[in-house]
């Protein structure tokens, strides 16, 4: 999945065919709906430090224009993918695009006020465990996947790692065109800037934990 993360200015970088592609409306789904001003208040802001255009910006994600726009807008809700093509080109850690500044020493995250992120089928889908605060280098994840289930990752910044441990069932790592099957209670770490897939190949539910950790700190 994909962490996720800001520097002073956008960072350029060579983009596969999959990247080049713009996304449209199919490619959004209910994020929360606490969570899409948030989303919007905060693409706006970062793209406007940067100085850059919807279209550049478009350029840089692969996230058509239209679709920025009304992102930015909060009239649409846009997946996991979508947003980790936006982090990733605003140079940002995915917590940069969904936090919400937040006061208290102590804050208790309970299960039923969850914000989840989903992909456009639904199969898919992360809570993050840590609070909407500040942007943040190390993030906390637990992940869903449905029995056959697949979840496409674009390459994260460079620098970016994945920590996964599978806490019930089966599932597939594709990493950089490699594969290795994990069963309940096996970990991984990887370098995830590169393309990575994660399956369900098991027969029921699939639920991971993952830590991202970010090559530096954003301001």
């Known amino acids: 999945m994909k962490s996720t993360r800001e520097v002073g200015a956008a960072r350029e970088r060579p983009r596969g065919p999959a990247e ?6 199919r490619e959004t789904a209910p994020a929360g709906s606490d969570l899409t001003p948030v989303v919007g208040g905060n693409l706006r802001r970062l793209r406007g430090q940067r100085g850059l255009s919807l279209e550049k910006l478009a350029r840089l994600s692969g996230v058509s224009r239209a679709m920025l726009g009304q992102i930015e807008l909060g009239q649409s809700a846009p997946t996991i993918n979508v947003l980790w093509k936006i982090a990733s080109a605003l140079g940002v850690p995915f917590s940069g695009l969904i936090t919400a500044k937040a006061e208290g020493g102590l804050q208790v995250l309970r299960a039923g006020q969850a914000k989840r992120l989903t992909s456009h089928d639904g199969a898919f889908a992360s809570r993050a465990l840590f609070p909407f605060d500040s942007p943040r280098r190390v993030e906390f994840y637990e992940l869903t996947m449905r029995a056959g289930g697949v979840e496409r990752a ?6 970016t790692l994945e920590n996964l441990v599978v806490s019930r069932g089966e599932v597939e790592l594709e990493v950089g065109g490699r594969r290795e099957a994990l069963d309940t ?3 991984i770490v990887f370098e995830a800037d590169v393309p990575h897939v994660y399956r369900n190949r098991g027969h029921g539910e699939a639920v991971m934990y993952l830590v991202m950790t970010y090559a530096d700190t954003v301001g």
């Open 20 to 25: 080049a592609r713009t996304t449209d409306a």
């Open 185 to 187: 209670g096996d970990a």
């Open 154 to 159: 674009d390459a994260h910044n460079p620098g």
